[in-house]
């Protein structure tokens, strides 16, 4: 029921724009959607897109026209592996807008092993480059009551939390075309 309303709901969300429906694979479409992103005026489009290896690709369209010829409209950026995908209810990944207007790329696992976690990266355009501005992320183990943790980090002002408590990190920009969703990958202040 959950796949069928996804699909339906993506299909409504591009029926106006059969250009875009046509660059990812609509049956591998797992969330869409629209912000304000681009500095040229217009909306942006945001799609996560199912890549059958584990993970999702991000295809962003900036500045969208509706009546662009079909077949026209390329995307703007496409990041490979954005989000994790582990394949069912659960572990499934998607796409929202943070109050602020930013892209958030949610990925999660709480379905699949003694292993829980959660991760939020927001997405934000500054001098015309997308930048993980922040990481949220939790872990949690189901057989360890007392095992897992969190972190809430902003890599623009350098202030985040570990577990509640404030700390310091390096501020820094953060390119999203580099970064990894390799959980060996998460900064220091979030590995438990």
């Known amino acids: 029921m959950q796949t069928s309303f996804r699909f339906a709901a993506t299909a409504l969300l591009l ?4 250009a875009l429906a046509q660059t990812p694979a609509l049956e591998r479409v797992l969330s869409a959607t629209t912000l304000y992103l681009s500095e040229n005026g217009g909306y942006d489009l945001a799609i996560l897109v199912d890549n059958r290896d584990s993970g999702a690709d991000l295809y962003l369209y900036f ?9 026209k409209t390329k995307p703007s950026f496409v990041k490979k592996n954005a989000a ?13 807008v943070s109050d602020k207007g930013s892209l958030l790329i949610k990925s999660e696992n709480d379905a699949i092993g003694r292993d829980r976690w959660s991760e939020t990266l927001t997405v934000v355009r500054r001098n015309g480059a997308l930048v993980v501005a922040g990481l949220t992320f939790t872990a ?6 007392e095992g897992g943790g969190s972190c809430d980090l902003n890599f623009l002002t350098g202030k985040g939390t570990r577990n509640g408590k404030k ?11 580099d970064w990894s969703v390799n959980g060996e990958a998460l900064p220091k202040e979030c590995r438990f």
């Open 84 to 96: 994790w995908v582990g394949g069912g209810a659960g572990a499934l990944p998607s796409l929202a």
């Open 63 to 71: 500045g969208v026209d509706p009546n662009a010829p079909e077949g």
């Open 140 to 145: 949690r183990d189901t057989l360890e009551p």
């Open 167 to 177: 700390i310091e990190l390096k501020a820094q920009t953060l390119p999203l075309a």
């Open 15 to 18: 029926a106006p724009f059969p």
